[in-house]
């Protein structure tokens, strides 16, 4: 019987990293609709904010991980792979503590995590840049992490009224 559970686990996991795959693919065939460079929804954040409450924290770095190191092997370079990984631990590490607290819902821990990921993706851009000016286009991303965070952490809730988690 536990290596059913197992299974149900590894395949459930699979299944979420697939579809995190699918949305990081999704979201870089579409085009920029601002003049902002680098802005994104961050659409890959439904799977880990789902993974996150449905599964737990260990799940959500597990499958977020997973997804940035096969999404850098297979469409990136170095560089992104440096952004994605410290913007995407960053976020998770901040969407759990504050979900911990109980004092934040999804939303609220959605936005968290995407302007955390912004803070993440500039701190890497210093560094790699050796500049601090850089520093300035942080308000900006701000923004889009605020809005994208309400718009994922809305379709993330409500995923996860819908699923029935695999017991």
Same mark, same amino acid.
């Given at each position: 019987?536990?290596?059913?559970?197992k299974?149900?686990?590894?395949?459930?996991y699979?299944? $979420?990293t697939a $579809?995190?795959?699918?949305?990081s693919?999704v979201?870089?065939?579409?085009?920029?609709? &601002?003049a902002v460079?680098g802005?994104?929804?961050?659409l890959?954040n439904?799977?880990?904010?789902?993974a =996150?409450y449905?599964f !737990?924290n260990r799940?959500a770095?597990a499958?977020?991980?997973v @997804?940035? &190191?096969?999404?850098?092997? =297979?469409f990136?370079?170095? *560089?992104s792979f440096?952004?994605?990984?410290?913007?995407? *631990? =960053?976020s998770?590490?901040? *969407?759990? =503590? $504050?979900?911990?607290?109980?004092k934040?819902?999804q939303v609220?821990v959605s936005?968290?995590? !995407?302007?955390s990921?912004?803070?993440?993706q500039i701190l890497v851009?210093?560094?790699?840049?050796?500049? @601090?000016?850089i520093?300035w286009?942080l308000p900006v991303l701000?923004?889009s992490g605020i809005v994208?965070?309400v718009?994922?952490?809305?379709?993330?809730?409500?995923i996860?009224?819908?699923?029935r988690?695999?017991?």
């Amino acid at each position: 019987m536990q290596s059913l559970d197992k299974t149900k686990k590894i395949t459930t996991y699979g299944i $979420l990293t697939a $579809l995190a795959l699918i949305l990081s693919y999704v979201e870089a065939q579409i085009p920029a609709f &601002v003049a902002v460079p680098g802005m994104k929804m961050g659409l890959t954040n439904i799977v880990v904010l789902v993974a =996150l409450y449905l599964f !737990g924290n260990r799940s959500a770095y597990a499958i977020n991980l997973v @997804r940035i &190191v096969i999404v850098a092997l =297979l469409f990136g370079t170095a *560089m992104s792979f440096a952004f994605s990984l410290v913007g995407g *631990m =960053l976020s998770t590490t901040v *969407m759990v =503590l $504050l979900k911990r607290t109980n004092k934040f819902g999804q939303v609220g821990v959605s936005c968290a995590g !995407g302007i955390s990921h912004n803070i993440g993706q500039i701190l890497v851009a210093m560094v790699l840049l050796n500049t @601090r000016a850089i520093v300035w286009y942080l308000p900006v991303l701000w923004i889009s992490g605020i809005v994208s965070g309400v718009v994922i952490g809305i379709i993330g809730g409500l995923i996860c009224q819908r699923v029935r988690v695999p017991r």
